[in-house]
């Protein structure tokens, strides 16, 4: 077995939470704070915390407005972080296909 793979795993994304928060914007274009929470069952604290990080990384991007006079908050990917994600999907295929011969 090739422990390559597992080496270049991204930290950053391969995180529980990080990693569900990054599945659910590679299938949306964007997706608000309320979604994401709720849609993963998470505290307000943990998912800031989670996004927070992902910013840091430059993966993803936040946009602030308003939205009946509320303010509303929506997350999408950056190219960077959409490239990472597809690298990181890829080398989890990677290691399935190696344990698969």
Do not use: W
């Not at 274009?29 to 979604?35: A, H, I, V």
């Not at 915390?49 to 430059?58: F, I, K, N, W």
């Not at 999408?76 to 597809?86: I, N, Q, V």
């Amino acid at each position: 077995m090739n422990p390559e793979p597992f080496l270049n795993l991204d930290r950053i994304i391969h995180e529980k939470g990080r990693m569900a928060i990054l599945s659910l914007l590679a299938a949306s274009p964007d997706l608000s704070f309320t979604e994401i929470r709720d849609t993963l069952k998470m505290t307000d604290g943990n998912v800031s915390v989670h996004l927070r990080t992902l910013q840091e990384a430059g993966y993803i991007t936040a946009t602030k407005s308003l939205n009946n006079k509320k303010p509303l908050t929506t997350y999408l990917f950056t190219d960077t972080g959409r490239t990472a994600f597809e690298n990181y999907i890829g080398l989890l295929a990677e290691i399935v296909a190696q344990n698969t011969r």
